[in-house]
């Protein structure tokens, strides 16, 4: 992930860099804060409820960074020439694979 960072940080500008690493910040808050509070709900901790709270918080900031970040990308990919366009989503993919596999053991 270091690499791939350090790579990104080089092909953008620092202003696009600095959207995505604020991201990346607010996403790893919400995931560490949600860790820390499902533990301590599932311990019945008294502070579950602290935790809970400091969850919520990032989870409010999420879509704001997630939205500032979306308008950084734009930019940044109207102006990357020759772009291929996405392929098929993971989920689309994931879906393929098993219909495939299903019609592969109704032959069988």
Request: negative net charge; aromatic residues 8%.
């Amino acid at each position: 992930m270091w690499r791939q960072g350090t790579i990104f940080r080089i092909a953008v500008t620092g202003l696009e860099a600095d959207s995505a690493e604020s991201l990346v910040s607010v996403v790893n808050g919400v995931i560490s804060d949600m860790d820390e509070w499902t533990t301590a709900a599932g311990q019945q901790r008294q502070d579950a409820d602290i935790l809970r709270g400091r969850a919520l918080q990032w989870l409010e900031a999420l879509p704001d960074t997630l939205e500032h970040f979306m308008e950084m990308s734009k930019g940044y990919l109207q102006g990357i020439p020759d772009v291929d366009p996405p392929g098929p989503s993971l989920r689309q993919r994931w879906r393929s694979w098993l219909l495939a596999r299903r019609l592969r053991a109704l032959d069988d």
